[in-house]
């Protein structure tokens, strides 16, 4: 079993930066893929960025690409999503989720309880 909790949601300005935190529990992180979903106001949860638990293997969400970057420190149990100019349409709640492997991705095993990320323009 896995717990996830996240941090680091906010409320930030086109363009800004925030960097959210996942911190994983009750297993050794260091065997899983780890990732990031969010959801945002009307629309169904969606697939932003994952990272293999090698940390070598990197997918992200063509929108995203080239703004966000993720990475992960096993030692800390830890995964980050770096989010850089940032836009109105990145307004959700963002979810950490955890997957036994890179292919299981897009259906991850554990989720975290979700922060809010909120970009005004």
């Known amino acids: 079993q896995v717990q996830l909790v996240e941090s680091g949601g906010g409320l930030v300005q086109t363009g800004g930066s925030l960097r959210l935190s996942c911190v994983a529990s009750g297993r050794a992180l260091g065997s899983y893929a780890m990732g990031w979903f969010r959801q945002g106001p009307g629309k169904e949860r969606e697939f932003v960025a994952f990272?293999?638990?090698?940390?070598?293997?990197?997918d992200y969400e063509d929108s995203v690409k080239g703004r966000f970057t993720i990475s992960r420190d096993n030692a800390k149990n830890t995964v980050y999503l770096q989010m850089n100019s940032l836009k109105p349409e990145d307004t959700a709640v963002y979810y950490c989720?955890?997957?036994?492997?890179?292919?299981?991705?897009?259906?991850?095993?554990?989720w975290g309880q979700g922060t809010q990320v909120t970009v005004s323009s």
């Open positions: 989720a955890a997957a036994n492997s890179m292919s299981g991705r897009y259906n991850p095993d554990y």
């Open positions: 990272i293999s638990w090698s940390g070598n293997i990197r």
